[in-house]
């Protein structure tokens, strides 16, 4: 079983950074890929950013350039870092994790609430 838990949301300004973090509970880190869904009121969640136990990472288009996803396979840890955030970038964060052998992400935090004022 694993269990992740995040932190770092809050309420920022359009313009400004963000780092949300999750910690990784349960099994072996480096054999999880690692993602970042968020889900905005009313919209369907969506991947932000994912991690490989590599380390390759994808972002989406809306955020690529802005977020950086990054892990610390030591500290058992995934990181987003939000820059020049936007009022649309406002939504509920959520950590989440598949072992690489599996095709859809199956463990998933509680989620942390970013709200970008404009």
């Known amino acids: 079983q694993v269990e992740l838990a995040e932190s770092g949301g809050g309420l920022v300004q359009a313009g400004d950074s963000l780092r949300l973090s999750c910690v990784f509970y349960?099994?072996?880190?480096?054999?999880?890929?690692m993602g970042w869904f968020r889900q905005a009121l009313g919209k369907e969640r969506e991947l932000v950013a994912q991690i490989t136990s590599g380390g390759s990472t994808s972002e989406a288009d809306p955020v690529k350039g802005r977020f950086t996803i990054s892990r610390d396979n030591l500290a058992n840890m995934v990181f987003l870092q939000m820059n020049s955030v936007k009022p649309e970038d406002t939504g509920v964060y959520y950590c989440?994790?598949?072992?690489?052998?599996?095709?859809?992400?199956?463990?998933w935090g509680q989620g942390t609430q970013v709200t970008v004022s404009s």
């Open positions: 989440a994790t598949k072992h690489i052998s599996t095709p859809d992400y199956t463990y």
């Open positions: 349960g099994r072996t880190f480096s054999s999880y890929v």
